[in-house]
């Protein structure tokens, strides 16, 4: 089960250094390849959302089915054991939906970028004639 959630951590890490190399500032000839280059990888990085989705409904499944440690009759350590359960799932969760919220940014980024490319282009063929 760890691993799914170290993929999960690497693809957060990854999409937030592309969301952060997207905005920095650039010349316009390098932006412009690391735009297409990027948005060429969109496509098949969309394995990221049904992958969160069903990490998502895995956190649901186990909060629901999940024991309760709340009475007397549960000893330090099991309560400790419920609120560090409690704890990952929250963090859990938070990942998921920072996976899914940071590849629509990028999305977004890219083709706002393919837009203002396009204005661009028509603007100076106006110009032109």
């Known amino acids: 089960m760890a691993l799914q959630w170290m993929i999960l951590t690497y693809v957060?890490?990854?999409e937030a250094a592309i969301a952060i190399l997207l905005t920095l500032p650039s010349p316009k000839a390098i932006k412009s390849r690391v735009v297409s280059l990027i948005s060429l990888t969109l496509q098949p990085s969309?394995?990221?959302?049904?992958?969160a989705a069903?990490?998502?409904?895995?956190?649901y499944w186990k909060n629901e089915h999940r024991l309760m440690c709340t009475g007397e009759i549960c000893t330090a350590t099991e309560r400790d054991r419920y609120e560090r359960s409690?704890?990952?799932a929250q963090r859990?969760?938070?990942l998921c939906v920072a996976a899914c919220l940071l590849y629509w940014c990028i999305y977004r980024?890219?083709?706002y970028y393919k837009e203002i490319q396009s204005i661009e282009e028509v603007?100076?063929?106006l110009k032109d004639e």
């Open 12 to 14: 957060v890490a990854a």
């Open 109 to 111: 980024v890219c083709k």
């Open 46 to 51: 969309l394995f990221i959302i049904p992958f």
């Open 123 to 125: 603007e100076k063929r």
């Open 54 to 59: 069903f990490q998502l409904l895995d956190i």
């Open 86 to 88: 409690i704890y990952k």
């Open 92 to 94: 859990n969760a938070i």
